[in-house]
Structure formats: C-alpha cells, structure tokens
C-alpha cells in the first residue's frame, strides 16, 4: 500500500503555525473517518441484529463500498489500491445479499468486535487526547501571557518564580500530550485501514463458513483475494506496529532532550543563540497595540539577527548561512561587546536564577520515583475498580439529622470552634487540649482498595484532579476544619454546624502532595455496613491555603496526644485495678483473722463446758453458759420436790 502521511513529532515542541495547519488537517481526516465508521458501523451492527433483513442491510453495505472513492478524505484520497480493494469487496457482498441468516456467534467475534473496538476505543481516544490537548494548550497560553505581561522594570523574582515554574509545566504538559496527540492520530491512518478491512475479512469468512466452502458463490478465486487481503492486513498491522514503536522511542528521546526546553528561558551555555538565520518561524506575543515580545531572550536576539540578515539580502546569496556566519563575526570583532540581557539583569535575581532548576530536578526526581512506585503497585491494588468520585459534601448542614449524627457521632450539631462552651453540655471535643482549625476546600473523595502507603492518597490525589479537569469542575465547598485529640470535624463557615465528624482513630493514613503543598488527603477505615467486619476505606481530599504540612502535623499530634492519654488511661486503670485487688486481699486477710479467732473462742468454750460441774474446794467455779445454768436450776428444784415428798 502507498505510504501515509504522518504528523512530525519532532516538532511538536517548537508548536509552529505550519504543524498546527497540518494538525487541523489530520482532525479534520479524523471527522471524516469518523462519519464514515460510523455509517459502517451501523449497516453492519443492521446484519447482526435483524437476520431476516439481511438481505437489505448487506445490500447498504456493498452501497456504502462502492461509494468509498466518492468519499473526500484529505489524506486518503488517493489511494487507488484500497478504493479497488473496496470495490472487489462490494461486488462480492452484492452477490451474497441473498442469503438471509448467518451465525450469530461468528458475525458477533469476526465482523462486530474488530469495528466496534475500532469505534469505541480508537475514536474515542483520539476525542479526548483533542479534549485533553486542547486544556492543556489553554493553560499553556495562559501562562505564556502571564509571562509576557510580568514587568521588566519593576521585577518581582517571587512573582517571576511563580510565573517561570507556572510556563514550565504548561508547556511540558503540552508537550506530552501533543506528542501523544500526533502519535494516535498517526496511528489513526493504519487502524482506518485495518477497520475498513477486518470486519469484511471476518464477514466473509463467516460467510464461508457458514456455506461449508461449497457454495457457487465462493470460488477459488474469491478465497485467493480473501488470502491476499489478510496478508495485506498483516503487513499493515506490523508496519503499524514497527512505526508506533518507533514513534514511541521517539517521543521518549524527546521528552529526555527537551526538558530544558520548557522554560521560558533556557540555559544559553547549553542552547547558544544562532545568529546566522536567514529564516525563522514561531510567534511574537502581542504586548501592547504596537509592541511585539519574544518569548525569551534567546528568541528575542535570534529574531533581531534573521531580521537583521533578511534586510542584508543573504537569503539570495548561494549560501546563505555561511556568508551570515561572516557578518556576524566581523560584527562581534568590529565593536566593543556590551553587557547582554542576561549580565544586565544577573544581579537582581540570583535567587531565581539557582532555584529553578533545583526545583526542576526535586520535581522530576519525586515525580519518577513516584512513577516507579505506581508501577510496582497496580491501579487495581490502590483504587477499587469503577470507583464512583464524590466532588462534593453531600450532607445537609441542618439540626435534625439524627442519621447524620450517628453516622459519626456529632453531625448537625452548632460548634464552637475554638472550644469554649455556650453554657450547655460539655462535649468530649471541648474537653480535648488540642483545639486547631484551618480553612480548607473538599476536592473530592473515592473509596480505596488500600491503605498502608501514601501511594494511596497520591493516586486519588491524581484522579480527582484529572476528573475535575476533564469534566471542567471547579466549584469546591469551603469549609473550617477543626483538630482535636478525639475527631476531625468539618464545620460550616457560615452557620457553625457540623458537617462531617471523623473520629480520630479510623483516620489510619494522612498525607500531603509531593509537590503542591496545598493539597492534603487522609484515609478514614469505617465499617462496610452490613457487618463490622466488613470494613472499607474511603480517602478525602482537600486543599488548603498553603497549609497541607501544617494540618498533617496537627493531626499527627493529635493522635500523638490520644494515643499518650490511651497510654495513661490504661496505666491509671491498671493501677486501679491493682489497688482493688490489694483491697480484696486485705478484706480477704481480715476475714480469716475472724474467722480464726470465732473458731479459737469456740474452743475455748467447748474444753471449758467438758469440765465437772461443780465448784472446786478451793473456792474456784465453773463458769457455765444460759443454757447450762437453766438445765441447772431445773435439777435442783427436782430435788427439792423429792425431798419434801
């Protein structure tokens, strides 16, 4: 097959008007494929659904082949072989509108799912790398306009930091994606083929399977044409693969080569300035009605000397360079050199000048480590699969949600957040030592599948703000969030009502962002629901006013607190445990003394009454008790009654 068109990478860092006509030609090719598939795909999703219309829906198709050449594709338009292919293929379908059933298994794996993946994955992502390219080149203006309209008189280095960090990782950012952008619509040109091809390919050889080879329409002519158009699409498909390898390489050469590059101003011992241009294309920002900035001092000298050369009529000589080469030198050697752009204004910001590309390096660095950790733990072992994402708070701030108010103890209930009491019931929030409140923005929440490293809160971190960006979400609900020792509450700025409550031990992880301090998330583990067994972690994600670190500190802190106060809980219990049981010792201890000395008395009594009951001779009695002196008397009475007898 011919050769085909193919966007260059090479220059999607240098974004020139030339690469963005020739990009707007490629979308507009996309569009059109795009139509086409899409009528395809519906002719043939009409053979698959309705068996006893086949015939007519094998007829639009053969119609829709024959009308591919008529078909206005700016980069396919003249390719003869695939318009004759196409024209085989439709005299052959023309001949088989007769039949009136096929299988609907063999239609479903060999015509369906090649041009539905074409439709739904292939067309899909070219339609959101465009979305994706065209936010990130928005951003990228923007912070090139920013950088233009900074003061050249009045320089503020924090200011022109910001804003040269700002354009850095706008412009690597377009980069990336633009590069990606080019290399799917490349790749576009060879799957177009393969989807026109591979779903007629396995249409007919269903259809030949299903008339067991022998029917008068399938020849040996027509299976040789089949053969060769397979062998045709495997060639297409290894080319495809060989040229998006190499593509791949390519951007990966590139984005090493180009980091440099991104910042408005590169290093000009490491990209010197060439001032032997004779031609030079890019753009001029448009300060003022009337003045034109370049967008570095490199550009800015480079675009002095093409002009320069231009008005001495170089670019007519034989060679052009070599003689604007000479200019330029005798030039240099005939004036005294004055101070340049960069020595003038070296001594007002020697900050920035060693700070950028430090920040540069501790960016990539953490971002590759970062890399390598996620690529050690799948997306599926952090995040549970088809996670919904929750962009906002969806609890009602009111005073009459008992649900709310027992999902984690204390929601719709007024707070003071500086922790006086209002004269009511003291809470356990107001008893705490730790009373801290910061001014955040909820981003979002999803539920994770983990929640032992900080790779978690990156990862929601990162698909939260790749949400927002995709679906243009940029309301956030402010909120007070107040630290203590026993919960995290979020308190509502206006009406002072709780939230939302986190008590202080389901908070298991909490991290800030390697890079923008701002943003902060923690992982609460609560229970599924259904059992307690059956718990879940859900990860929250804020963003505060340069205040990530702090918080994180702060609820450090106050679990540090907790766990120092569980510590002396169970310290204060165990030693009051110890006192009762010496307590139930003593009382023990005491009893058996008595016990002992009831028993010695006893016996004492009982040795005295088994003595004679009589009075000794020496004056001596015996001491008897009630029972014994009664028994006593009653004896002597007898004995007086007998002797009166």
Known sequence: MPGIDKLPIEETLEDSPQTRSLLGVFEEDATAISNYMNQLYQAMRRIYDAQNELSAATHLTSKLLKEYEKQRFPLGGDDEVMSSTLQQFSKVIDELSSCHAVLSTQLADAMMFPITQFKERDLKEILTLKEVFQIASNDHDAAINRYSRLSKKRENDKVKYEVTEDVYTSRKKQHQTMMHYFCALNTLQYKKKIALLEPLLGYMQAQISFFKMGSENLNEQLEEFLTNIGTSVQNV?????????????????LEVASDPLYVPDPDPTKFPVNRNLTRKAGYLNARKSSILQAESKKDHEEWICTINNISKQIYLSENPEEIAARVNQSALEAVTPSPSFQQRHESLRPAAQSRPPTARTSSSGS?????????ALSLDSLVAPDTPIQFDIISPVCEDQPGQAKAFGQGGRRTNPFGESGGGTKSETEDSILHQL?????????????DDSPDVV?????QILAARAIHN???????HLLVTCDCLKLIDPQTQLTRLTFPLPCVVLYATHQENKR????????SGGRSESNLSSVCYIFESNNEGEKICDSVGLAKQIALHAELDRRASEKQKEMERVKEKQQKELSKQKQIEKDLEEQSRLIAASSRPNQASSEGQFVVLSSSQSEESDLGEEGKKRESEA
Request: net charge negative; hydrophobic share 40%; aromatic share 10%.
């Open 367 to 375: 971002l590759g480590s970062e890399s390598t950790n996620l690529a």
């Open 473 to 479: 979400i940029f309301r956030m609900t402010e909120s």
């Open 438 to 450: 910061f001014i955040v923005r909820f981003l979002g929440s999803m539920e994770v599948k983990s």
């Open 458 to 462: 990156y990862e929601t971190m990162r």
């Open 519 to 526: 943003l902060f998330g923690f992982v609460l583990r609560t």
């Open 237 to 253: 498909r290894r080319e495809m693969d060989s040229d998006v390898e190499t593509m791949q390489q390519t951007i990966e050469d």
